[in-house]
Nanobody
Framework: QVQLVESGGGLVQAGGSLRLSCAAS????????MGWFRQAPGKEREFVGN????????DYADSAKGRFTISRDNAKNTLYLQMSSLKPEDTAVYYC???????????????WGQGTQVTVSS
């Protein structure tokens, strides 16, 4: 029922910044949490961070902490990922997702977007 669409990906040089957006449609979000994940070719999908939709409390993976910031606009049903000091190892397809449980694991999230490619060059 809920549809998620990521945008904002692209090519950026190491040390640069990028902001990703995730727009939800199909009604007001009812999930307790929204998260960002990423997946590089041949690698497992990896947790980046999440946010409590009501509380605004965030949690980040060690790889993202201090460089990435998650925020949301409840009225617009939109999630954001602000990325700075980007590294080549950040290169991946980035996905947003919603879930009812605060978790770092993809299986805890029920709705997913199509993903947006982020490529960081040296």
């Amino acid at each position: 029922q809920v549809q998620l669409v990521e945008s904002g990906g692209g090519l950026v040089q190491a040390g640069g910044s990028l902001r990703l957006s995730c727009a939800a449609s199909g009604g007001t979000l009812r999930s307790g949490f929204m998260g960002w994940f990423r997946q590089a070719p041949g690698k497992e999908r990896e947790f980046v961070g999440n946010i409590g939709w009501i509380t605004g409390i965030t949690d980040y993976a060690d790889s993202a902490k201090g460089r990435f910031t998650i925020s949301r606009d409840n009225a617009k049903n939109t999630l954001y990922l602000q990325m700075s000091s980007l590294k080549p190892e950040d290169t991946a397809v980035y996905y947003c997702a919603t879930g009812v449980t605060n978790s770092w694991w993809p299986r805890a999230y029920g709705y997913w977007g199509q993903g947006t490619q982020v490529t960081v060059s040296s």
